[in-house]
């Protein structure tokens, strides 16, 4: 027991006088401390009993005493039901609703059932979660059943306890030393049952009982916020059942029902919304409520809830082009719509339709692009779009922004967005539309846009409030960028006509200023920069493609261009900002208006084009260089390459002929070529193909490439074979052992090709069971011998080679090592002579025995004495008594003291004799 007792404090004791102190006699127990913080303690209650008491034959039709029992049932689980006793519960509530068909009496007791049912489950172990989850799932799905009990009531409170399941709302305290369910274990298990379904189901019984229809839509809309839930829900065809009745009730349903729509294509499966709705039925129901919202709605919610029907019906037509919009005319009055104002109609429809500036206007004309790009898929709608004018409308839009706007029209920051938002529509609408885009004038309008972007005569700085407009802030790149990609969209279609147009009106100037203006900037460029100059680059890769005309108007101009985009440092390459894009753009683009072109070649060459293009090639990554090699290849059918490129040096002062072959055998390498350490063929069967490669096994159709075909547009051996084809396979300069027997295979690449494809031939007709004519067969076993005997050659003429350089490794070792040898013999020998020296000067006898030595040295290498004649005076040109064995004169040279001693360098001093 618990006991009150006195707070002890730190101050000094009390003396009391000799008086009688109360002893309180009231006593707490800890069960009613617990009733008091908790709540009521739960008596258990038999429901076997009250089972038995509905089901015994007996007492079957007692109602009184079922009523009873009902009653005391709930008086006992008035604050909810344990989680052991719901599955008893629920047989309960069953046999009641069974009861229900013949005696309404007990309608009272299923709803008092219900009541309780809606406060969350009660656990006594914190294990019940786990082992009742089974159990409780199915007690929850059976609840939902119960919809089939045809009385209003009823159906009124399995909605509110389904709906305080789900949102924990209005708890009464609960038992004492028990708890609640948690949320999430409720919603597990909502989730785990098919409630949802059976709700969607439900729908149909509600039709005439619109109240009631809310409360199960309000319902709908909680669940639909899970993706399993919507899953459960879609398989009752829940969206063609909301769709089909949204319009027939209150604005809350459609509001309602539209958000259900809405979560079922964030979380459920699209493609199975868009399913149920494919039919003329829903379809008219999203455009009459569309309608009725854009034509009788005034208000910002109704402007919103257009918008979001708006927004579905964008959502769908892009799942599942094929829905019936054009059938039903919705597309047509949505283009209409997206017209307006633009483009003056006498539609009734537009009679009393106003846009403001407000944020929900602004949004919807934004809308009505977006559905008019999404429509475009489909094929049936090209007439439509067409009809409509959409793409007069759209280019409306490409003209300088001007800051002094009428006040009723759009701002100038919103003009701006929907600018971009109609080009970046253009790109899709323009290659559907050709004909309508020509009788626009569409590049005159294009390109006098895209000279005021790329030009600065005025004060005008982008907003970047949008999506598109994202890195425009305070320029015009934004719009630059939309601009180029309608004319990139417009070039990739391949239409003659189209790219005529755009020359005729000096498109290839106007891009040839912009790309000089961005790639002579000294600034550094950011990803939209280089986004720009890479379209830059496509277009007039396009224009100029095949047409010696138009790559003259190219000209010097632009080949400078080119070569300054090339000399920019290759490393950047790798800086992440998408260069190697902009560097394959600038190849591309040589290849289409320097390549063929004489002027331009020779005036390229001229400016080191080639030089910059192989710095280029030597740093880019393997994807990049078999695009820069086709380009070289081609360059070198002009006879001034070839000097470029013999004098071309890289890193480490490497030559072209040593670099080519590196990427020879990288390539190889990567292919799983067989070759030995030293680069020597192993495999004389396929000496090119790589190991894993296997023999074919089915007959191709005439009209597909075999594997040996494919093969060389897959790889650069061809065209290293083209490059070394150009230059020569003999005195090339800066190549090392290991090339000349990489040179052995390239040099005969084309014969092991012909090898390989007449190989695939003749497995070819043995697998069709074809026999040649005796004269075929003969020239085709011929030319399989003498290719097999090719490869035997060049695989012996590598080997002698390898032999050869190994022996010339051999003798080089030899001489290093003798070399070596002989300056340890000179070091030896001046050991030897300092040893001399020091017994010489340590020891007089030695001094003097070498001295006699080199005295006898001396007379043998004079000549025999004569007899001097009379006239002649002899002189002695040796000194005497001199003890030193080195040769004396006039001077001596002695070393001064040392510096340590002298504070000064060691130095000669000299002195004279």
Same mark, same amino acid.
Request: proline share 4%; glycine share 2%; aromatic share 12%.
């Given at each position: 027991m618990k006991i009150l007792q006195a707070e002890q404090t730190n101050l000094p004791p009390i003396k009391l006088a000799n008086e009688k102190i109360p002893i309180v006699k009231h006593i707490i127990k800890d069960e009613e401390v617990g009733s008091i913080n908790e709540g009521e303690k739960l008596i258990p209650f038999d429901l076997e009993k009250v089972i038995k008491l509905f089901v015994d034959p007996h007492s079957a039709n007692l109602t009184e005493r079922h009523i009873h029992s009902i009653k005391k049932i709930c008086q006992t689980y008035k604050l909810g039901f344990i989680v052991r006793d719901v599955v008893k519960i629920v047989k309960i509530v069953n046999i009641l609703a069974d009861k229900v068909e013949t005696d309404l009496t007990y309608i009272p007791c299923i709803c008092s059932l219900l009541k309780i049912f809606q406060f969350p489950f009660i656990k006594e172990k914190s294990s019940d979660e786990l082992a009742y989850e089974t159990v409780l799932t199915e007690c929850i799905a059976n609840i939902g059943y119960l919809f089939r009990t045809p009385n209003r009531s009823v159906r009124e409170e399995i909605c509110n306890c389904v709906y305080n399941l789900i949102t924990f709302e209005n708890l009464p305290k609960v038992y004492a030393d028990l708890q609640r369910a948690s949320k999430n274990f409720i919603h597990k298990i909502i989730k785990k049952s098919d409630l949802a379904e059976t709700l969607v189901k439900s729908l149909a019984l509600m039709e005439d009982d619109t109240d009631l229809r809310l409360r199960m839509i309000k319902i709908l809309q909680k669940l639909s916020k899970d993706a399993d839930n919507c899953q459960r829900m879609l398989n009752a065809d829940c969206a063609n059942r909301l769709v089909l009745k949204m319009n027939q009730s209150s604005d809350e349903i459609l509001f309602r029902s539209v958000d259900i729509l809405w979560n079922l294509l964030e979380n459920g499966d699209k493609v199975l919304v868009a399913e149920q709705l494919n039919s003329l039925g829903a379809i008219n129901q999203l455009r009459d409520a569309f309608l009725r919202q854009l034509l009788q709605g005034?208000? @910002?919610?109704?402007?919103? /809830?257009? @918008?979001?029907?708006?927004?579905?019906?964008?959502?769908?037509?892009?799942?599942?082009?094929?829905?019936?919009?054009?059938?039903?005319? +919705? =597309?047509?009055?949505?283009? /209409?719509? =997206?017209?307006?104002?633009?483009?003056?109609? #006498?539609?009734?429809?537009?009679?009393?339709?106003?846009?403001?500036?407000?944020?929900?206007?602004?949004?919807?004309?934004?809308?009505? &692009?977006? $559905?008019? $790009?999404?429509?475009?898929?489909?094929?049936?709608?090209?007439?439509?779009?067409?009809?409509?004018?959409?793409?007069?409308?759209?280019?409306?839009?490409?003209?300088?922004i001007e800051k002094n706007r009428d006040i009723r029209d759009w701002t100038i920051s919103q003009f701006e967005e929907l600018q971009l938002h109609a080009m970046s529509g253009l790109c899709i609408i323009i290659p559907i539309l050709m004909r309508d885009y020509f009788s626009c004038h569409g590049s005159n309008r294009l390109l006098t846009f895209l000279e005021w972007c790329s030009k600065n005569f005025d004060d005008y700085t982008g907003y970047g409030n949008s999506f598109h407009a994202k890195g425009g802030r305070g320029t015009k790149k934004a719009q630059l960028k939309y601009c180029l990609r309608v004319i990139r969209s417009i070039v990739t279609t391949s239409n003659e006509q189209a790219i005529q147009d755009l020359a005729d009106q000096d498109a290839l100037s106007i891009l040839s200023n912009c790309l000089k203006q961005y790639s002579s900037s000294d600034t550094s460029n950011d990803q939209i920069d280089v986004e720009i100059q890479a379209d830059i680059l496509f277009i007039l890769t396009c224009i100029?493609?095949?047409?010696? #005309?138009?790559?003259?108007?190219?000209?010097?101009?632009g080949v400078d261009i080119l070569i300054e985009l090339l000399r920019k440092n290759p490393q950047t390459i790798w800086n992440g900002l998408g260069y190697q894009r902009l560097i394959i753009g600038a190849v591309d683009c040589i290849w289409q208006t320097v390549v063929g072109c004489i002027i331009n070649e020779d005036y390229f060459i001229q400016k080191e084009g080639v030089f910059y293009l192989l710095d280029i090639l030597e740093v880019s990554p393997k994807s990049m260089q078999n695009l820069i090699l086709g380009c070289v290849l081609d360059l070198s059918d002009n006879p001034r390459t070839l000097n470029h490129l013999l004098q071309w040096e890289g890193k480490d002062n490497i030559k072209i002929a040593h670099f080519l072959c590196e990427l020879w055998r990288d390539e190889e390498q990567d292919n799983g070529v067989e070759r030995d350490e030293n680069g020597i063929i192993l495999n004389t069967l396929k000496p090119l193909a790589p190991a894993d490669n296997e023999d074919v096994q089915i007959a191709l159709p005439s009209h597909l490439p075999s594997k040996s075909i494919v093969e060389v547009s897959e790889n650069m051996r061809a065209k290293i074979y083209g490059i070394f084809c150009k230059l020569g396979f003999n005195d090339l300069s800066g190549i090392n052992n290991q090339d000349q027997l990489t040179l052995c295979i390239i040099?005969?690449?084309? *014969?092991?090709?012909?090898?390989?494809? &007449?190989?695939?031939?003749?497995?070819?007709?043995?697998?069709?069971?074809?026999?040649?004519?005796?004269?075929?067969?003969?020239?085709? *076993?011929?030319?399989?011998?003498?290719?097999?005997?090719?490869?035997?050659?060049? @695989?012996?003429?590598?080997?002698?080679?390898?032999?050869?350089?190994?022996?010339?490794? +051999?003798?080089?070792?030899?001489?290093?090592? +003798?070399?070596?040898?002989?300056?340890?013999?000179?070091?030896?020998?001046?050991?030897?002579?300092?040893?001399?020296?020091?017994?010489?000067?340590?020891?007089?006898?030695?001094?003097? =025995?070498?001295?006699?030595?080199?005295?006898?040295?001396?007379?043998?290498?004079r000549p025999p004495e004569r007899d001097p004649q009379p006239y002649e005076t002899l002189h002695n040109l040796e000194i005497p008594n001199l003890a030193v064995t080195a040769f004396a004169g006039p001077y001596i040279a002695i070393d001064s003291t040392p510096a340590a001693i002298t504070g000064g360098r060691l130095k000669k001093i000299i002195y004279n004799q």
């Open positions: 005034y208000s @910002n919610y109704d402007r919103q /809830l257009r @918008n979001d029907i708006l927004i579905i019906s964008i959502q769908l037509s892009q799942i599942m082009p094929q829905l019936p919009f054009i059938e039903t005319g +919705f =597309a047509k009055e949505l283009l /209409l719509f =997206a017209t307006y104002p633009e483009i003056k109609s #006498h539609n009734p429809l537009t009679k009393n339709l106003k846009l403001s500036t407000c944020y929900e206007d602004f949004e919807l004309k934004k809308l009505f &692009f977006n $559905f008019a $790009f999404t429509i475009s898929r489909n094929p049936m709608s090209y007439q439509l779009l067409s009809e409509s004018g959409i793409l007069l409308a759209l280019l409306s839009f490409i003209k300088p100029c493609e095949n047409d010696i #005309h138009r790559k003259e108007l190219f000209g010097n101009d040099e005969n690449y084309l *014969d092991f090709k012909l090898s390989e494809v &007449f190989k695939e031939i003749n497995i070819e007709l043995q697998l069709d069971g074809i026999q040649p004519i005796p004269p075929d067969q003969e020239a085709l *076993d011929t030319i399989l011998r003498a290719a097999d005997d090719r490869v035997l050659n060049v @695989n012996m003429n590598q080997k002698l080679l390898a032999n050869t350089f190994r022996q010339q490794e +051999f003798m080089q070792e030899k001489e290093f090592y +003798f070399e070596i040898k002989s300056n340890f013999s000179y070091k030896e020998k001046k050991i030897q002579e300092w040893k001399d020296y020091v017994s010489r000067v340590s020891k007089y006898q030695i001094l003097m =025995a070498c001295k006699e030595k080199q005295v006898t040295s001396i007379d043998d290498s």
